[in-house]
């Protein structure tokens, strides 16, 4: 028997995650404050990032691995010159070396290379599991195991502003793909190494950050109907499948 209630109250939220919040964080704050049993999201956002996170809520949590098939769309910024453990400013700093002689067109020259179908070696830190434990916790025991390379799609990597050390981009990929590592691997190439400064997602298939609410506006609400008014409704869910 179809549970009204439950159907009623079952979608996608858009959520503008701030910096700080954890993707977990975010899922645990709409579940506890407005008593929704099942919430879950499509894609993990490393907690320095900001931008969209997808939120499925009731029996939208079905139609989570598909959701989170969609290609993505970010924003970004990368520091040459600086590399780090975790590929990103998170990381511990593992090596330094002098960017300014890096041009314009050094890294218009490079950028191309990571466009089109890549294999991508997924970072320590990062939630990819080997034997069924996530690389995260084995890399914050010290320890660094093999990685099989990822086949991932970069369809495009548009550099948007340059002021050596920093480097500022937009990326559209398919799942699944590393961003930082992107940055990593133009730093290599370019003989100075860098790190993910920071990231934002724009966009992730049809949803559009433009439409997420921030998690200063969730928490001003005051009950559930606050979360049904601003949800996708899981009959409109399809429109974005």
Not at 46 to 55: C, F, I, K, Q, S
Not at 71 to 95: H, N, P, W
Not at 210 to 217: H, L, S
Request: overall charge neutral; aromatic content about 6%.
């Amino acid at each position: 028997m179809i549970d009204q209630k439950e159907l009623q109250e079952s979608g996608v939220l858009l959520v503008d995650k701030p910096t700080e919040w954890t993707s977990h964080d975010v899922v645990n704050f709409v579940r506890r404050r407005f008593g929704i049993s099942k919430v879950g999201h499509c894609g993990t956002l490393d907690p320095a990032a900001t931008g969209l996170l997808v939120l499925v809520l009731g029996k939208a949590t079905r139609l989570s691995d598909r959701l989170m098939g969609h290609d993505k769309r970010y924003a970004g910024t990368m520091r040459l010159g600086i590399e780090t453990a975790s590929q990103d400013r998170e990381g511990e700093v593992t090596a330094t070396k002098d960017a300014s002689h890096i041009t314009a067109a050094d890294i218009e020259r490079v950028v191309p290379h990571y466009v089109g179908e890549l294999e991508q070696i997924p970072p320590m830190v990062s939630a990819v599991k080997i034997n069924g434990k996530p690389l995260y916790k084995l890399a914050r025991k010290g320890q660094v195991v093999e990685r099989e390379a990822r086949k991932v799609t970069v369809y495009e990597f548009k550099i948007t502003n340059i002021a050596i050390p920093d480097v500022d981009f937009e990326v559209a990929t398919s799942k699944g793909t590393y961003v930082r590592t992107l940055c990593a691997d133009i730093g290599t190439e370019l003989g100075v190494g860098a790190h993910l400064l920071a990231l934002r997602r724009l966009n992730s298939g049809k949803f559009d950050v433009k439409n997420a609410v921030t998690m200063d506006t969730i928490k001003s609400w005051t009950g559930r109907e606050d979360v049904l008014n601003q949800m996708i409704p899981l009959i409109r869910i399809p429109e974005y499948l």
